[in-house]
């Protein structure tokens, strides 16, 4: 059985799963270990239902991509199913690019091209995502040249079977397509709505369906009310909002789809003019700034008191179950082992 050592460093504490770092012990080698509470019953809204987190499981079982997040084990006990993943300890997409003075198209596109290369993984394996947004755009090291992205949390990812219409409600606004709103058949082409709403916030720092509320929102996703405002689009090239327009159809089957995506005139060029125009078309970095920091604050203020359930639980944990580190290490391994 793989020996890890459980460190109770807390990530993320989310309604029915905590993130905390873990370390191999023979290795050193560290990891992100998901703690996800199992529901009890059919009856309960406590937790994760076992089938859903077995089709999570599943699927990132059989994924293996540069840009996608590689699960490592598992292990369950009575409560909980803990998934141990890579760590992806480079923070967002979106908090990194905010950092800089000034991106060209043709730079964003080298991160959006990454984008689309798990994705079209994904899709090549008939894998719909469904929760595509900056949360799960991460980075693996931002302290590299090149920062690598890695899509993560397949919560709500599922397999298509093209014989049987899917149907859900689930995701979040701003990101899910028309589909998911007016409960019809969903396919690999929701994930492609949400990729143009993505770049449509990356260079222009503007939410295109964002209202004043969920429902506003969700009326503004259905009736596709967007457009390329002036004052956020201003040095937007033409072939980038070709691209999201693209993207952002009502009618999934007239989308782009992956493979179109990757091979549109604004990620692959296929002239110099067509190349040079991302390289004089810029983000609007200063909508954009605003934009990561109206988030990052709507972020941390709507899960302060999920941390803080965290660092309570890893407290109570600690205080019942450990006096030194030593005992830590041992009680955690044995714990692991024993699963």
């Not at 949390?153 to 093209?162: E, P, V």
């Not at 689930?170 to 409960?183: D, I, K, L, Q, R």
């Not at 125009?277 to 604050?297: D, G």
Request: hydrophobic share 40%; aromatic share 12%.
């Amino acid at each position: 059985m793989t020996t890890i050592i459980v460190l109770f460093i807390c990530f993320f504490s989310g309604q029915f799963a905590v993130v905390k770092k873990c370390r191999h012990k023979s290795t050193g080698v560290e990891y992100a270990a998901k703690f996800i509470k199992k529901r009890r019953s059919k009856s309960s809204r406590r937790g994760v239902f076992k089938d859903d987190i077995e089709r999570e499981v599943g699927i990132l079982k059989e994924i293996q991509h540069p840009n996608v997040i590689t699960l490592h084990d598992v292990f369950e006990n009575k409560n909980e199913v803990i998934l141990i993943l890579e760590l992806v300890a480079g923070g967002e997409l979106f908090d990194f690019l905010a950092e800089k003075e000034s991106l060209s198209e043709e730079e964003a596109t080298e991160f959006l091209k990454q984008i689309l290369d798990g994705v079209s993984y994904l899709h090549s394996k008939q894998i719909a995502h469904f929760d595509l947004k900056p949360e799960n755009i991460m980075l693996l090291n931002r302290s590299v040249p090149h920062p690598r992205i890695k899509l993560i949390d397949f919560g709500l990812a599922h397999k298509i079977d093209f014989g049987n219409d899917f149907k859900n409600i689930f995701g979040t606004p701003e990101f899910v397509a028309p589909e998911v709103v007016n409960y019809e058949p969903l396919g690999l082409e929701a994930d492609m709505w949400s990729i143009g709403v993505i770049t449509y916030i990356l260079l222009s720092g503007a939410s295109p369906f964002l209202g004043e509320n969920k429902q506003e929102t969700l009326a503004n996703v259905s009736a596709v009310d967007y457009e390329f405002d002036e004052e956020f689009f201003s040095n937007t090239s033409a072939l980038a909002k070709d691209f999201i327009a693209r993207l952002l159809l009502k009618d999934p089957k007239k989308r782009m789809t992956i493979l179109d995506s990757l091979q549109h005139p604004w990620i692959k060029p296929k002239d110099t003019q067509q190349a040079l125009s991302r390289k004089e078309s810029a983000v609007n970095m200063e909508k954009f700034k605003k934009f990561a920091a109206r988030r990052k604050w709507k972020v941390h203020f709507f899960f302060t008191s999920d941390y803080a359930f965290c660092l309570n639980h890893q407290f109570l944990f600690q205080k019942k179950h450990i006096k030194r580190q030593q005992e830590l290490e041992k009680r955690t391994t044995k714990h692991l082992e024993d699963m």
